[in-house]
């Protein structure tokens, strides 16, 4: 079993920075890919970024060149530094470690989520 918990929302103005932590306590044994995704209201959960255990990221649309991943491995800790902060980036921002079991099957463990609101 594995447990995440998400921290670091907040109420931020336009053009600030924020930054996500993701703690994760239990069973780490093949979590190959951590990431964040993010839910504003009316909206489909989407990927912001991930990181793979061998610290590989992927940003996805308006993320790059404005947030960074990263990771501690010694703590199992993932972040997302978020830079440039812009109203439309306001969601519920939650953690997801990836489990897999071999080529074709997997599970993912998702943190509570943690809001960030940008707003002037």
């Known amino acids: 079993q594995l447990r995440l918990v998400e921290s670091g929302g907040g109420l931020v103005q336009p053009g600030g920075s924020l930054r996500l932590s993701c703690a994760a306590s239990g069973n780490i044994y093949n979590i190959n890919v951590m990431g964040w995704y993010r839910q504003a209201p009316g909206k489909e959960r989407e990927l912001v970024a991930s990181i793979t255990r061998v610290n590989i990221p992927n940003y996805v649309g308006s993320a790059k060149g404005r947030f960074t991943i990263s990771r501690d491995g010694n703590t199992n800790t993932v972040f997302l530094q978020m830079n440039s902060l812009r109203p439309e980036d306001t969601a519920v921002y939650y953690c997801?470690?990836?489990?897999?079991?071999?080529?074709?099957?997997?599970?993912?463990?998702w943190g509570q989520g943690t809001q960030v609101t940008v707003s002037s």
């Open positions: 997801n470690f990836r489990r897999d079991y071999g080529a074709s099957a997997a599970y993912n463990y």
